[in-house]
């Protein structure tokens, strides 16, 4: 919805979901770009409002908000958007309440239809030693973008650390003697990740022979730098890392998080304690670290069907 869009909304819808917004900025530190992701998921759930006549939220009930998430299942949405949106429409409502813009919570015993359990795609240790290997004979040359590229997806997979992490990194945010990076992550928390030689090594080339040929006034701390001298959009990260695992050719892992996942996976192949992969990860739940030990437990499983001769 766009802002011409938002001025038509009935002024009492408007006013709440842009008080939700100053909430989750001011109160509860959310990003920019979470912030505008739930301020989507909300437009959808005014728009049937709209259409439906409504020009307050107390005239919000728990049927229409059924009635919002079955149009979304009629029209195809995933599992998982419908869940988020759901999810995002059950803290919008429990605010209201709190504010007293509404009296009732119509969303308490509002459900989401049940994620599917799919585990994400790990990539072997000899596909990263390709990927790795190819990208590193790309910056034989010094090239300043294959320094770039290279020292990304090492750093990436070294840490786990997420991309929006990476591209928010300052060159005072490495410490190359204790080879530790410290990220800002989710909630405005801080942590220190530790990355191995590999990594470092390519994270010198960048810095001695790479980062100079992209450094602009405007560059400032950045430790990874884009084309025209700012600071790499993730964007960009994606599209490199997706070009490179689409060369491996024999793979489904997709974008920088397959890294994380293949940087946690291994971790806990190579016998590191759950609490430790939890504190790497950055994850506020154990339970959401622990789904690695699941892919970790299936990878047995597939070495162990196809190496046993009575599997």
């Avoid at 959310?30 to 409504?54: F, K, N, P, Q, W």
């Avoid at 309440?97 to 990539?123: C, F, M, N, W, Y």
């Avoid at 025209?228 to 060369?247: E, M, N, Q, Y």
Wanted: no cysteine.
């Amino acid at each position: 919805m766009d802002e011409e869009e938002r001025s038509a909304l009935p002024p009492a819808l408007a006013r709440a979901v842009d008080g939700y917004e100053r909430y989750l900025r001011a109160e509860r530190g959310r990003s920019e770009h979470t912030i505008r992701a739930y301020r989507g998921d909300l437009d959808t759930l005014l728009i049937h409002m709209v259409a439906d006549g409504a020009t307050d939220w107390s005239q919000l009930d728990l049927a229409s908000m059924r009635r919002w998430l079955g149009e979304q299942n009629t029209a195809g949405l995933a599992r998982a958007t419908l869940s988020r949106r759901a999810s995002v429409a059950r803290n919008f409502t429990a605010w209201a309440e709190r504010e007293g813009i509404i009296s009732l919570d119509p969303a308490l015993r509002l459900k989401a239809p049940k994620l599917e359990k799919t585990l994400p795609a790990v990539l072997q240790q000899q596909q990263l030693t390709r990927l790795l290997d190819g990208m590193a004979a790309a910056a034989r040359d010094l090239d300043p973008v294959a320094l770039r590229d290279l020292a990304v997806v090492e750093l990436l997979y070294a840490t786990g650390i997420r991309v929006g992490e990476l591209a928010g990194l300052d060159i005072d945010g490495v410490n190359r003697e204790r080879r530790t990076v410290t990220v800002l992550g989710k909630g405005d928390k801080e942590r220190a990740v530790p990355f191995g030689v590999p990594a470092d090594t390519a994270l010198g080339r960048w810095l001695a022979h790479g980062r100079g040929k992209l450094l602009q006034p405007h560059s400032g701390a950045a430790l990874f730098l884009g084309m025209r001298g700012g600071r790499i959009d993730p964007r960009t990260v994606r599209k490199f890392v997706d070009r490179g695992l689409a060369s491996l050719g024999d793979t489904s892992a997709t974008g920088p998080h397959a890294l994380r996942h293949s940087a946690a996976t291994h971790l806990l192949d190579g016998g590191a304690d759950l609490r430790a992969v939890q504190e790497i990860l950055g994850h506020s739940s154990l339970a959401t670290t622990q789904l690695y030990t699941h892919v970790s437990v299936e990878r047995l499983r597939e070495g162990y069907r196809s190496a046993h001769p009575r599997a």
